[in-house]
């Protein structure tokens, strides 16, 4: 168990609507990141939080956006969502943002019908 | 499994046998490099990480060799059991803007065969 954890688990929508997938990281790790993992692109990063503040981005669509609270915790927001968003979507945590490990959740799996 | 679309190297070993799973990555800038387990369901595990100025760790059963000269990370696997079959993958952090990201390989799929 690597004390990051994710709900839901399985989230099944339709072409059009929005989610939201949340993250609660590990007890004092401060940075949360999201990843994505689909079936032809592998793990790719969306946006790293550190402290409540974004740091970094990948290639994040426009129609996805994320924040972190006061405590820590983040949410992931997909909205207009395409048959292609349907992937995993990981979060990892830690403590810092240097030269630390990411410690990950079991992820969401979104699918679009 | 979550990699079925991909096309995975896979790599097959009896049980007891050393494993040796390799990673080419492609920043020479990178100072920081992390291998990962993923079992099917379930999100990487961090197994073992190293700093770019050494070229060898050590941990339980596993060792990471970096060569950066060559761009080259490998994971050795000592007395490989059924438990250990899994994808890795390696990542290399690269730093972006005020944060930080990982990068991560294609990953290898491990047979651990009885």
């Known amino acids: 168990d690597s004390g990051v954890t994710q709900t839901p688990k399985h989230l099944i929508t339709a072409t059009g609507q929005r989610v939201t997938l949340r993250c609660s990281p590990r007890?004092?790790?401060?940075?949360v990141y999201w990843y994505q993992q689909s079936l032809d692109q592998g793990l790719q990063f969306l946006i790293q939080?550190?402290?409540?503040?974004?740091?970094a981005k990948g290639n994040i669509l426009e129609r996805f956006s994320a924040q972190q609270f006061p405590d820590l915790h983040s949410e992931l927001n997909l909205s207009s969502l395409e048959l292609g968003d349907s992937a995993l979507y990981f979060c990892?945590?830690?403590?810092?943002?240097?030269?630390?490990?990411?410690?990950f959740g079991d992820g969401t799996r979104l699918s679009i019908l | 499994g979550e990699n079925v679309g991909l096309h995975l190297p896979t790599l097959s070993v009896q049980e007891g046998d050393n494993s040796i799973i390799n990673c080419a990555y492609s920043?020479?800038?990178?100072?920081?490099f992390i291998w990962y387990k993923q079992e099917s369901g379930k999100g990487p595990q961090f197994i073992i990480d190293?700093?770019?100025?050494?070229d060898k760790r050590q941990g339980q059963r596993v060792t990471v060799l970096l060569n950066k000269t060559v761009k080259h990370l490998s994971l050795q696997i000592a007395a490989t059991q059924p438990g250990d079959s899994a994808v890795y993958f390696c990542?290399?952090?690269?730093?972006?803007?005020?944060?930080?990201?990982?990068?991560f390989g294609t990953g290898t799929q491990l047979k651990v065969e009885l």
């Open positions: 007890s004092g790790d401060l940075s």
């Open positions: 920043n020479s800038a990178s100072d920081y």
């Open positions: 990542a290399e952090k690269e730093v972006t803007g005020g944060g930080n990201k990982l990068t």
């Open positions: 990892a945590s830690s403590e810092g943002y240097s030269n630390q490990p990411q410690h």
């Open positions: 190293i700093r770019s100025n050494m």
């Open positions: 939080y550190y402290n409540g503040e974004e740091r």
